[in-house]
């Protein structure tokens, strides 16, 4: 079972930012946070990863509590094509298995 | 660089078939997990390769079975096809089980009738 909950769904306008959710509350010291998007028909795309930092790239930010139980990805100006669902997932350092959620689907509007 | 490509895209057999999907991951990787995409289950792993070696498998039966080749090629197969079976199959390829990026191809989706 996923070891994440996310809410269902969430709206953003376009150009504004997207800020989704994750809680982790189990989360073990060797589990990383991991986010990746799902476009529809496509297969899952990496968005970022972290362990207890705030990390940033190119496509977006992610802050992670100090207690570790939860975490908020940030896409800072959504487009149109950020429309998508997002999951949050938690894996242990060293392994490729990836549980996946229901993740939270986000539409971005005009 | 070429990314994952999975083949065929689409697939249909009939029930108590069997079907080989093919996943070539990208040039260098030698990590190959495939997962079953289904509305009703959403995304589940079923197994990761590495080095021609299963590293970790997921929760289905043994209808469901795998191989890595020398080139990192992987292939999935599942015996016994049930009408349950009919998904979106998606495979990930990685530098290596530790590498923290997983890139998936566009999957083949296979429908049992």
């Known amino acids: ?110 | 660089k070429a990314g994952v490509t999975q083949t065929p895209r689409y697939l249909i057999k009939t029930r108590g078939q069997q079907v080989t999907l093919s996943c070539s991951p990208i040039s260098g990787h030698r990590s190959v997990s495939w997962y079953q995409q289904t509305p009703g289950q959403g995304l589940q792993f079923l197994f990761e390769y590495f080095s021609e070696t299963q590293r970790n498998k997921g929760n289905f039966p043994g209808r469901f079975s795998g191989r890595q080749f020398s080139n990192s090629r992987s292939e999935m197969n599942v015996s016994t096809l049930e009408l349950g079976d009919s998904a979106l199959y998606l495979c990930a390829s990685s530098f290596s089980s530790g590498a923290p990026e997983a890139f998936f191809g566009q999957g083949t989706r296979l429908t049992v009738v």
């Not at chain 1, 969430?10 to 982790?24: F, I, K, T």
């Open chain 1, 1 to 110: 079972d996923a070891k994440t909950t996310q809410p269902p769904s969430m709206d953003c306008a376009e150009g504004r930012a997207a800020n989704l959710p994750c809680n982790h509350s189990t989360i073990s010291g060797n589990e990383y946070v991991y986010w990746y998007r799902q476009i529809h028909s496509q297969g899952p795309q990496y968005i970022i990863h972290g362990l207890k930092n705030n990390e940033t790239n190119e496509m977006a930010s992610l802050i992670i509590t100090e207690d570790r139980k939860s975490s908020t990805l940030i896409l800072p100006h959504a487009t149109l094509r950020d429309t998508a669902v997002y999951y949050c997932i938690v894996r242990v350092a060293g392994f490729q298995k990836l549980v996946f959620g229901t993740g939270t689907r986000l539409l971005v509007s005009p």
